[in-house]
């Protein structure tokens, strides 16, 4: 099918889960492809995919998605190095490196939410380390965090979240 899809040299390419299910030499002999008809030919890819790596490894820019709402969009160099939305943070320590040596890899409790389903709010709130009663009343915007875009209340400096945290921190001290 990628073959196929080249032959053509299309300005645009829509990889779907390229390298899935492939064993690491052929994913990367499939990536070197992309990175050289993007690089030769000037074809434009919108690559998707759940393996951060294989992004890393193609990409300039990079829009993380959760439940069919985008939640961050940045640089590839940008997200990475400082992640803005909670759950870009959680799928990044989800990934194993050898620089960060741990006993067990990071997870994400709960269960992905269901499409079908209407909720109120930010649609990670249920799953979110960083919940706050507001999360759960109005669904997030996108706005500017770090040198991005990020759908979270925690940048919103006109949200409720921010005064729910104000309001916690003095009843803890």
């Given at each position: 099918m990628i073959a196929m899809a080249l032959l053509l040299e299309p300005q645009l390419l829509v990889a779907d889960e390229p390298t899935s299910a492939l064993d690491v030499t052929m994913?990367?002999?499939i990536l070197a492809l992309l990175r050289k008809l993007r690089d030769d030919h000037g074809t434009a890819i919108v690559?998707?995919?759940h393996d951060l790596g294989s992004v890393a490894q193609l990409c300039?820019?990079?829009t993380i998605m959760y439940g069919g709402r985008v939640v961050e969009s940045a640089s590839i160099d940008n997200l990475y190095a400082s992640p803005q939305h909670p759950y870009t943070r959680?799928?990044?320590?989800?990934v194993p490196s050898w620089r960060r040596r741990v006993d067990n890899l990071a997870t994400i409790p709960g269960r992905p939410p269901s499409l079908t389903d209407e909720l109120p709010g930010c649609v990670f709130a249920p799953r979110c380390g960083a919940?706050?009663?507001a999360c759960t009343a109005v669904e997030p915007v996108l706005v500017p965090a770090g040198t991005g875009l990020a759908r979270c209340l925690l940048h919103d400096p006109d949200s409720d979240y921010h005064a729910q945290l104000d309001v916690a921190l003095e009843v803890n001290l």
């Open positions: 994913e990367a002999q690559f998707v995919s300039d820019g990079v959680a799928l990044l320590e989800a919940v706050r009663d």
